[in-house]
């Protein structure tokens, strides 16, 4: 059973940061795409920020490029999102979802099968 756990939300000021974690099991780790996504109340999920089965291989939205940092750890089935110098517009819930690529950064929620129930962000200004 493919299990995606999302953990390291909260409130922050802005300019601070955050570690989200997202723990993954059920599925072979090191052979798929993570995404983190989020979601605000009002507003379409989005994409953040994506890592392909190759670590090196990094995708993020432009308002995320250069504040926000994606890695991964095979070895601990674990995708982490550093969160630096968050912005109000930052809030949000943010899910991990499991998918079979970046496709060179043009991905979309339909791409990727399996979800977590998300951490929510919340950053005060």
């Known amino acids: 059973q493919v299990q995606l756990v999302e953990s390291g939300g909260g409130l922050v000021q802005s300019g601070g940061s955050l570690r989200l974690s997202c723990v993954a099991s059920?599925?072979?780790?090191?052979?798929?795409?993570i995404a983190w996504f989020r979601q605000s109340s009002g507003t379409e999920r989005e994409g953040v920020s994506c890592?392909?089965?190759?670590?090196?291989?990094?995708y993020y939205k432009d308002s995320a490029a250069g504040r926000f940092s994606i890695s991964r750890n095979n070895d601990k089935k674990t995708v982490y999102l550093q969160l630096d110098d968050v912005q109000p517009e930052d809030s949000a819930t943010y899910y991990c979802?499991?998918?079979?690529?970046?496709?060179?950064?043009?991905?979309?929620?339909?791409?990727?099968?399996?979800w977590g129930q998300g951490t929510q962000v919340t950053v005060s200004s």
């Open positions: 979802a499991t998918g079979l690529g970046c496709f060179s950064g043009h991905y979309f929620p339909a791409d990727f099968g399996s």
């Open positions: 059920g599925f072979a780790f090191d052979r798929y795409s």
């Open positions: 890592v392909g089965n190759n670590p090196g291989d990094t």
